[in-house]
């Protein structure tokens, strides 16, 4: 019990001095402060600051992602089979799991929309962010495998799972004033769909 308090309280620190981050680099601008500056502006020492983020890449992406980029989705998936009534789908499984997304963008709205914008901005933090989905995917297909036929099956379907929820996130981005939940049904239900989507006629898609 001791040891799940004090974890939580270093992921209530982490995310105070992520947000703090991702703020003053948005301030400042990501490309032009250090990550001693950053430490310095948000008050924290710098070794504070290293000891919660491995660089200011890491601090940036993580306000942004928040917890999702820590493991929380694979955990919520997990969660969410566990919960399942016999005979539904995994991929309905792993939706369900992604409405832990939603209080976030809810809540977090346009500061949230602006530091996705600067992630994308930004080769450093397009780069770290790619690390960061790797390492989601992992987790993803870990608690996946042994829960579906093979392992090439666990892995394919953490890979369209985060790249569902990364389109979805990407469109709210950039588009004010738009809800989380139906792009994230959007992008579920087209990708749940498109491995049984029959060939068409050359030029019968649509533009």
């Known amino acids: 019990m001791v040891n799940e308090v004090r974890d939580r309280s270093r992921e209530i620190l982490r995310a105070e001095f992520a947000d703090a981050a ?20 948000i008050g924290v020492s710098r070794a504070t600051f290293f000891r919660y983020f491995a660089s200011k890449e890491d601090a940036v992406v993580s306000a942004a992602r928040g917890a999702a980029a820590r493991g929380a989705f694979a955990r919520r998936i997990a969660e969410s089979a566990d919960a399942a009534e016999p005979g539904t789908t995994v991929w309905t499984i792993i939706r369900r799991a992604a409405e832990s997304m939603i209080d976030m963008a809810d809540t977090r709205g346009d500061a949230l929309r602006a530091r996705i914008r600067m992630i994308t901005d930004v080769p450093a933090l397009k780069a770290h962010l790619a690390s960061q989905r790797r390492t989601e995917q992992s987790a993803v297909a870990d608690v996946l495998r042994g829960r579906v036929a093979d392992d090439r099956a666990a892995h394919a379907l953490a890979a369209a ?24 049904d959007a992008y579920f239900t087209a990708l749940g769909a498109v491995a049984t989507t029959k060939l068409g006629p050359a030029g019968s898609g649509s533009a």
């Open 22 to 41: 991702a703020t003053f680099c948005a301030e400042h601008g990501f490309d032009e402060v250090t990550a001693n500056e950053i430490a310095h502006g």
């Open 161 to 184: 799972a985060i790249a569902a929820a990364d389109l979805a996130w990407q469109e709210w981005a950039r588009t004010p004033d738009s809800k989380l939940r139906p792009l994230l």
